[in-house]
Nanobody
Framework: QVQLVESGGGLVQAGGSLRLSCAAS????????IGWFRQAPGKEREFVGA????????HYADSVKGRFTVSRDNAKNTGALQMNSLKPEDTAVYYC???????????????WGQGTQVTVSS
């Protein structure tokens, strides 16, 4: 029902910032929660943050709380992950996903972007 395309990944020095975008197609995008996940080499995919359909309910993993911000613009069919004060341990492939409710579990999301690489150097 919805298709997602990520952009904005890249290479950044520690302490820097990146903004990831998740562009969605579909007339019912506003009905979906947006989740963000990341996966480092050799590790399981882990929850980063999520935002509800209206944008008023946000959730964050402890590891990124205070540094990352999730947002959305339903009129433009986009979601965003603003990443500040980046650390080398933030290096991973980042994914956006859409589901009917925000959740820490990847299994609760039905649609996924292709992933974008974020590399943070020391």
């Amino acid at each position: 029902q919805v298709q997602l395309v990520e952009s904005g990944g890249g290479l950044v020095q520690a302490g820097g910032s990146l903004r990831l975008s998740c562009a969605a197609s579909g007339r019912t995008f506003s009905s979906y929660a947006i989740g963000w996940f990341r996966q480092a080499p050799g590790k399981e995919r882990e929850f980063v943050g999520a935002i509800g359909w209206g944008g008023g309910s946000t959730h964050y993993a402890d590891s990124v709380k205070g540094r990352f911000t999730v947002s959305r613009d339903n009129a433009k069919n986009t979601g965003a992950l603003q990443m500040n004060s980046l650390k080398p341990e933030d290096t991973a492939v980042y994914y956006c996903a859409a589901g009917f409710a925000p959740s820490w579990s990847p299994q609760q999301y039905n649609y996924w972007g292709q992933g974008t690489q974020v590399t943070v150097s020391s």
